[in-house]
């Protein structure tokens, strides 16, 4: 494979000289959030791997079809340029967009191969992660391996600034290019939260003063929770930072290439575990994540010490460890797959852009003799993590720091916070049915970026039956990922087979 020279970041973004086009001038300017990703210590790239189920043969047919869909989109058809008349400010600029310059095929000569297929698609991505995209263009690729692997026949790789749109609204975007392959017509359908029902016996008990001393109760909650969350927020920014630990980054990680790994497992191994805790996916999977690391960072800390066994009297872990995952929380309101592909297809609006706010979410790093302890502590923490406004408050002190000091500075506290936190963590539903990208049958999408401070992000995406957990690393401080992947898989069965022996499955 032929390596790809790294570029160093372009920190001036290009400038649009002469008359704007009537296009240009119905495009907004770019968003305080949309602006930060721009910065050199934060320009981020969301990458997400598809594994297709039959060979790229047919490339004229992608085309086609990004024209009729992902093309209509205004962010995947516009320049990012310097408002002249703004101060320097950035707007948006309808472009035609040359498809040859954006998709990516390289020549692979399977049978010449010195290294599995699986390391190929590694190292591809990896160098891959040592380039940014070039702002002379609509910021957006697409790299087609014809690479047979264990998992899938090809590999797309699509690869998106991510001041085109947050993570969670960007792969949205990316499924609603896809249909299902039963039926062509449909976009995928994606779980939603189900409405809780309130039994006549429960409604009748919270008649009267009892509900309304519930409803001031929450409310007292959530103020007290919020105030100290952004209290802790603010301290982050300025003085607390996690404990030093064999996956913390160094202040240089943001410019390390990362090598990304995936390890495909059961949902309803996931789901088994979630109807037996009365709880949900997410839940599980941060369970999971919290039993995985602990006994990585245990096996970190135990390098060179005889193995007595990962139990809670006998552990290499140090007390009161400071672990927290930095998360960017999308406060738009979701438009729906369907509302998305009607935008891309019938011309139909939708709302779009960056309006991001951050939320700190502590890890209890700790050997448990009960491997359900992990899924309940995690459970405790989300539910205490829902009762805060965290997020509308850190996205308003942010708008507020660029207003009145300026982009250097907001970037300079978003910097804070993910140099000051361990890693970042996510966990987002996917396609219930099988789907296809554009008469390509999906195996498996992963989902994951680069360009994050941190040396450690882990992203768990659901497709049908699987759930793909994704590592983005920096190997100076985590060689071993697949080790990781080892330890989060192992997790994941101990605690199944613990529900299941205790007889608390709900078949």
């Known amino acids: ?214 409803k001031i109760w929450f409310f007292m909650k959530l103020i007290w929770y919020t105030i100290v969350d952004v209290l802790m927020y603010m301290a982050t920014i300025m003085f607390l930072k996690d404990t030093t630990t064999p996956i913390k980054g160094r202040p240089d990680s943001v410019f390390n290439p990362r090598r990304l790994v995936y390890r495909i497992v059961s949902l309803d191994d996931m789901k088994l575990v979630k109807n037996a805790l009365n709880m949900t996916v997410t839940d599980v999977a941060l369970g999971v994540t919290q039993a995985g690391l602990s006994v990585y960072l245990n096996r970190r800390y135990g390098e060179g010490k005889k193995d007595r066994g990962a139990t809670e009297k006998n552990n290499n872990l140090p007390k009161n460890i400071r672990l927290r995952s930095s998360i960017l929380v999308n406060l738009r309101p979701s438009v729906g797959i369907q509302a998305l592909a009607d935008m891309m297809e019938k011309d139909t609006e939708a709302k779009w852009g960056n309006c991001v706010g951050f939320a700190l979410l502590p890890f209890k790093i700790a050997l448990r003799d009960d491997p359900l302890d992990y899924i309940r502590e995690a459970k405790a923490t989300i539910h205490r993590k829902k009762n805060s406004l965290e997020a509308f408050y850190t996205c308003y002190i942010s708008e507020l720091a660029l207003k009145f000091f300026g982009i250097k500075t907001s970037s300079s506290i978003s910097h804070r916070i993910f140099t000051n936190t361990s890693m970042c963590f996510s966990c987002l539903p996917g396609p219930q049915e099988e789907i296809g990208f554009y008469g390509h049958p999906m195996a498996y999408l992963a989902p994951c970026s680069y360009g994050q401070p941190q040396a450690l992000m882990i992203n768990c995406q659901s497709y049908i039956n699987k759930m793909t957990i994704v590592l983005s690393v920096d190997e100076s401080v985590i060689p071993d990922p697949h080790q990781l992947l080892d330890d989060l898989e192992q997790s994941l069965k101990l605690i199944k087979d613990a529900v299941v022996e205790r007889g608390l499955r709900h078949d």
């Open 1 to 214: 494979m032929e390596s790809i020279r790294r570029r160093k970041p372009s920190l001036k973004p290009i400038e649009c000289k002469g008359k704007a086009s009537k296009a240009s001038e119905e495009e907004e300017q770019l968003s305080p959030s949309s602006r930060l990703f721009h910065e050199p210590n934060f320009n981020v790239h969301v990458l997400a791997i598809m594994g297709s189920k039959s060979r790229i043969n047919d490339l004229q047919l992608i085309k086609d079809n990004l024209v009729h869909t992902l093309l209509k989109h205004p962010r995947f058809s516009s320049l990012q340029v310097v408002d002249e008349k703004k101060n320097g400010e950035m707007k948006w600029v309808q472009t035609k967009v040359d498809l040859d310059k954006h998709i990516i095929v390289p020549q692979v000569d399977e049978q010449n191969l010195h290294e599995s297929p699986e390391k190929f698609v590694e190292n591809y991505i990896r160098n891959l992660s040592k380039t940014t995209l070039d702002k002379s263009k609509p910021m957006w690729d697409l790299h087609l391996l014809n690479v047979k692997t264990s998992d899938a026949e090809s590999v797309g790789i699509f690869r998106i600034h991510h001041s085109l749109g947050d993570g969670t609204s960007l792969i949205s975007l990316l499924l609603a290019c896809t249909r299902q392959t039963a039926d062509p017509d449909k976009v995928p359908t994606i779980p939603g939260n189900k409405k809780r029902v309130i039994h006549s016996s429960e409604h009748n008990s919270t008649k009267g003063l009892h509900r309304y001393v519930m």
